[in-house]
């Protein structure tokens, strides 16, 4: 009986130890990381510039919000310092806005007024390296969309039209650092 109940704790705690070093295993292989901690951009960087992104949609000074926002989202999230002239950069991003699409999504059932859009930005990035001048990230088709609340009260839509293009700003240029940093 002693020798069985030894030979049954022997199987648990060995079926204990490979359940352990399974998850183990495949935990450390799963490829999550924190970003900004492993990407995969040369690691002799120290400098990034970014030039202002160019505006191909009639919407006045997106490109400004969307490039102050950007610039903002490397200084806190990378070791990179930004700087102004690309010549003197050990990298450049360029940026292009290429179209801001926006769509009605939902209605008031009384008035039959939009109450919210769905607003989406295609842009086009790419990081060159300027001593090789090799391209290491570049993204033809980086959209970014996300819902706006509108007013129905004109002076109030018209207030609330800069903060939403803010925090869309900032959530496209977040979005966008997590890309060229990982490398996606």
């Avoid at 020798?3 to 495949?26: D, V």
Wanted: proline share 3%; with cysteine; charged share 20%.
């Amino acid at each position: 009986m002693k020798n069985r109940l030894h030979t049954i704790e022997t199987l648990r705690r060995t079926s204990f130890l490979l359940i352990l070093l399974f998850a183990t295993f495949f935990a450390s292989g799963c490829g999550y990381h924190v970003v900004g901690h492993a990407g995969n951009l040369p690691s002799d960087w120290k400098t990034i510039a970014i030039p202002a992104f160019k505006n191909d949609t009639t919407r006045y000074r997106i490109e400004q919000r969307l490039t102050e926002a950007v610039i903002r989202q490397f200084i806190q999230r990378t070791k990179y310092r930004i700087i102004q002239n690309p010549a003197d950069a050990d990298a450049v991003l360029h940026g292009e806005v290429i179209s801001i699409e926006t769509d009605p999504m939902l209605f008031n059932a009384t008035t039959g007024q939009v109450t919210t859009m769905l607003v989406q930005v295609h842009t086009k990035v790419q990081l060159v390296d300027t001593k090789t001048e090799k391209v290491v990230y570049k993204n033809d088709d980086v959209v970014f969309r996300d819902q706006y609340q509108i007013s129905t009260d004109v002076q109030s839509f018209f207030e609330e039209q800069n903060p939403a293009l803010e925090r869309m700003a900032k959530d496209f240029a977040a979005q966008l650092v997590s890309n060229v940093v990982e490398n996606f």
